[in-house]
């Protein structure tokens, strides 16, 4: 079996197109620019990328992009004031704070500071409440980028065996939650789980969240399950011509492998990833109509 690849990086451009048009009727009917603020704390070169991708894919909808760039050596006080000004500012629908934060800062006080109704990366305590007890909520933005691709491939997924390995509270913990919100059979893996590679074999549904280079391999697939990979893992490939090092990015799954095997499988590059920063448009949008009073966009 050779398995379809569930595009991540077309659907995204789907996803962006429709943040598009609601950003432009919300501006024509209403007056109203959605804006969305990222918090940088330190210099880490990852965040960097990510914080400056972000930026550009949120202008390119129609939104206003704010970034505050802060010190890696910025105090709690000082961040927590940023956040204070964030939350009281109209302009600003959405805040993201850029995990992880440098060792002397406490993530959950941050993370728990931002207004529950702006958090639109879906950590705060409260929305991980309202999940968790099926309420409306913003929804983490990685773990909903997967369950779309999963409804887009499958459009049912009820009664589905899903594994998901990994138990973060920004992948792990909320995919789970999402996919028995959604009926599967969850059973979450970790790295104390026994026969790991027996518990995947059983699943219609693989979600890897594991941070370790092409872990699950073709042969821990059962036959026709869907395998979804949210792993980013740069990995050493060798040397480039003019002898400096070369780096390739892989996911949680080895690829070859598990897609000679699989019934439909995400890439990485062009998986997960595009899929997440279009959730983060589109929780920012619906949380602009929700402050504003006006209907959420589906
Ligand atoms: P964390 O490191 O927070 O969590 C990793 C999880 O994997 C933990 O629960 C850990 O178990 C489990 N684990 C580690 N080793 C094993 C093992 N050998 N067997 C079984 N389980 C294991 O990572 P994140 O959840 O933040 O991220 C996971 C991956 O997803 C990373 O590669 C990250 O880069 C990527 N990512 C991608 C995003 C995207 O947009 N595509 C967004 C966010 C993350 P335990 O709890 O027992 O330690």
């Known amino acids: 079996m050779t398995a379809t690849v569930i595009d991540g990086k077309a659907f995204a451009a789907k996803v962006r197109g429709k943040v598009g048009e609601h950003v432009a009727r919300l501006k024509a009917d209403h007056g109203i620019t959605p804006g969305l603020a990222v918090v940088l704390v330190g210099e880490d070169p990852a965040s960097q990328v990510y914080v400056r991708s972000k930026g550009k894919m949120t202008v390119e909808v129609g939104m206003n992009s704010y970034e505050h760039k802060l010190d890696v050596n910025t105090s709690e006080a000082t961040l927590l004031k940023v956040i204070e000004e964030l939350n ?33 990366d879906g950590f705060h305590v409260s929305n991980v409440g309202l999940l968790g007890t099926g309420q409306k909520s913003m929804v983490p933005c990685t773990p909903l980028g997967c369950l779309m691709m999963l409804r887009e491939h499958h459009g049912s997924i009820s009664g589905m065996n899903a594994v998901v390995i990994g138990r973060s509270n920004i992948v792990g913990k909320p995919m789970a939650q999402l996919l028995l919100n959604d009926s599967c059979t969850v059973t979450i893996a970790h790295s104390r789980t026994k026969d790991l590679q027996e518990t995947v074999k059983r699943a219609d549904i693989v979600v890897a969240a594991v941070g370790r280079p092409e872990m699950v391999t073709g042969d821990w697939i059962k036959e026709g399950a869907t395998v979804i990979d949210v792993g980013i893992n740069r990995i050493d490939a060798g040397l480039k011509d003019d002898g400096s090092p070369k780096t390739r990015l892989v996911g949680d799954v080895d690829y070859a492998s598990c897609a000679a095997v699989a019934g439909a499988i995400t890439p990485v590059p062009g998986g997960v990833g595009p899929m997440t920063i279009a959730c983060l448009l589109a929780n920012t949008v619906t949380a602009c109509s929700r402050a504003n009073g006006l209907k959420e966009p589906e």
Not at 89 to 101: A, S, T, Y
Not at 107 to 118: C, F, G, H, Q, Y
């Open 88 to 120: 009281a500012d109209p302009d600003v629908h959405g805040i993201l704070v850029q995990l992880p934060l440098p060792d002397h800062l406490d993530s959950d006080l941050v993370i728990n500071a931002i207004d529950p109704a702006k958090d639109v």
